[in-house]
């Protein structure tokens, strides 16, 4: 069984910041490079952030010094702390293994964010 449960996101106002969480539902959570991803509309789902097993993260260039991805194995959650949030972050975000599985429906049904004054 893979699910993962995406929360956190909502309106908020370019220069603020938004945390979200993401509760997985994975065998040997632990030992997957996780990430979050964003698809904005009209467009493909991109990786913004990812998390090894040993914590070593990466970000895509755009988010670079204003968001910041943790995770807690023991409660198997994924967090992505987003500051200075700008109108071109307004998006759905999603969770994933890093690659994300290969089944479909392994995609939750996302947290949308709009950055919007």
């Known amino acids: 069984q893979v699910q993962f449960v995406e929360s956190g996101g909502g309106l908020v106002q370019p220069g603020g910041s938004l945390r979200l969480s993401c509760a997985a539902s994975v065998t040997m959570f632990r030992i997957y490079a996780m990430g979050w991803y964003r698809q904005a509309p009209g467009k493909q789902r991109d990786l913004v952030a990812s998390i090894t097993s040993d914590g070593s993260t990466n970000y895509e260039d755009s988010v670079k010094g204003r968001f910041t991805i943790s995770r807690d194995n023991a409660k198997k959650m994924v967090f992505l702390q987003m500051n200075s949030l700008k109108p071109e972050d307004t998006a759905v975000y999603y969770c994933?293994?890093?690659?994300?599985?290969?089944?479909?429906?392994?995609w939750g049904q996302g947290t949308q964010v709009t950055v919007s004054s």
């Open positions: 994933n293994k890093v690659p994300p599985f290969t089944l479909a429906r392994s």
